[in-house]
């Protein structure tokens, strides 16, 4: 199992098993902060890099090695 540390996840690179609307290759943009400043940071903007399109995950997903895979294959 991978090993993932939330604060070096910014401006990672990640690409999708299964492509995503045919997009393989997405970034971690940015970090969404928790309405309570005391609570850890959970989620992160991934942008992919063909279209733009962002979404909102949990950064515990990219954990799942039948789903993401870390850098650009």
């Known amino acids: ?3 993932l540390n939330p604060k070096k996840l910014l401006l990672s690179k990640w690409t ?32 992919a890099i063909h279209s733009g399109r962002a979404q909102i995950i949990h950064w515990r997903e990219l954990l799942n090695e039948e789903k993401w895979l870390q850098g650009w294959k």
């Open 16 to 47: 999708a098993v299964n492509p995503i609307n045919k997009e393989l290759h997405f970034i971690v943009r940015c970090v969404v902060k928790p309405e309570n400043e005391t609570l850890p940071v959970e989620q992160f903007e991934l942008e």
């Open 1 to 3: 199992m991978r090993r």
